[in-house]
């Protein structure tokens, strides 16, 4: 059973930067196209970023040019730095592969005041 952990979410400003971490225990981690999701009360779960297995990334419109995706494979670690962030980026964010594959974490809350 996969486990995935996320951690680093937080209160902060309109404009404030959080940076999100998570850590999986699968060793296969390191062959498979990551993701951090987000749902937002009342909205379903979106994909925002994704890393490929040779770290090439891509994202949503809404946060292009503000969030980076990395990932380290030796530390079967996925990390999302978020900065210039929005009011509308509150939500819970999730990591996992870019389908879904495994089980959900718990998420992390992350919650951006105007």
């Known amino acids: 059973q996969v486990r995935l952990v996320e951690s680093g979410g937080g209160l902060v400003q309109a404009g404030g930067s959080l940076r999100l971490s998570c850590t999986a225990s699968?060793?296969?981690?390191?062959?498979?196209?990551m993701g951090w999701h987000r749902q937002a009360p009342g909205k379903q779960r979106e994909l925002v970023a994704s890393i490929n297995s040779i770290g090439r990334t891509n994202y949503s419109d809404p946060v292009k040019g503000r969030f980076t995706i990395s990932r380290d494979n030796a530390k079967k670690a996925l990390y999302l730095q978020m900065n210039s962030l929005k009011p509308e980026d509150t939500a819970v964010y999730y990591c996992?592969?870019?389908?879904?594959?495994?089980?959900w974490g718990q998420g992390t809350q992350v919650t951006v005041s105007s």
């Open positions: 699968v060793s296969i981690f390191s062959i498979r196209n």
């Open positions: 996992n592969t870019i389908s879904g594959l495994w089980d």
